[in-house]
């Protein structure tokens, strides 16, 4: 069953402005990931967070985790028209485990 | 980074042929594989890990018989959709770790859109 269960289901924004997404999952994890996915490609890693992290950042990316809510946020700042895809979290739960991916966001940034 | 490289891209074929798709980690050993199938607008759903040298574990309600898995190198696993039928027409995607890189984070292929006649 799926883990992680993202929302927004679709975003649509203007160039220059900020994204975020949220992940909600079920159960304890090691770390989360987020995932990027160009329409009829494959997914690329984003950046990952451990559980014992509550926030992350990598370029215009900053990922927040909250271990007690069991949720997690995606924020892209100054969006750009080429960050138009789809946006999954995914859930590790012993830190090699197979990874259980949320429905996804899709985010369409207008130029 | 680690790449992974999956083909054929785009596969179109007839109702009760079989199709093989390969999946090549191109930098790096792969003991483990994974398999994905994705449907339109849809997440990923994890129909197999196939192991090198040993049988693939299915995910429960994949058929074993219907999608075969060969992992008989460390570089190379492949997915065989056997018969196929208009509802095996999916998108296909393969994935490893790097156990250079901490085996955390997968690397995913380009992936297979299927489409069977």
């Known amino acids: 069953s799926q883990q992680g269960e993202e929302d927004p289901q679709a975003l649509s924004i203007q160039e220059g402005e900020n994204a975020t997404m949220n992940c909600s999952y079920k159960?304890?994890?090691?770390?989360l990931q987020w995932y990027r996915q160009n329409s009829g490609r494959g997914l690329v890693h984003l950046i990952l967070i451990r559980s014992n992290e509550r926030e992350k950042h990598s370029g215009r990316l900053r990922v927040t985790l909250d271990t007690s809510k069991k949720s997690s946020s995606l924020l892209i700042t100054a969006s750009r028209a080429a960050d138009t895809a789809s946006y999954f979290c995914?859930?590790?739960?012993?830190?090699?485990?197979?990874?259980?991916f949320g429905k996804g966001t899709m985010l369409l940034v207008s130029p | 980074g680690a790449v992974v490289s999956q083909h054929p891209s785009r596969v179109i074929c007839k109702s009760g042929t079989s199709v093989k798709i390969e999946c090549r980690s191109l930098d790096f050993q792969a003991t483990t594989m994974f398999w994905y199938r994705q449907f339109p607008k849809q997440s990923l759903m994890l129909m197999a890990t196939s192991n090198e040298g040993s049988k693939a574990t299915y995910e429960q309600g994949v058929e074993k018989d219907k999608f075969l898995i060969n992992h008989a190198s460390l570089t190379l696993s492949t997915l065989t959709v056997t018969s196929a039928h208009p509802e095996d027409s999916s998108f296909y995607i393969c994935?490893?770790?790097?156990?250079?890189?901490?085996?955390?984070?997968?690397?995913f292929g380009s992936g297979t859109q299927l489409s069977v006649l």
């Open positions: 994935s490893a770790r790097d156990p250079g890189q901490n085996n955390e984070k997968l690397f």
């Open positions: 159960t304890s994890i090691n770390n």
């Open positions: 995914a859930t590790d739960a012993t830190g090699y485990s197979t990874l259980t």
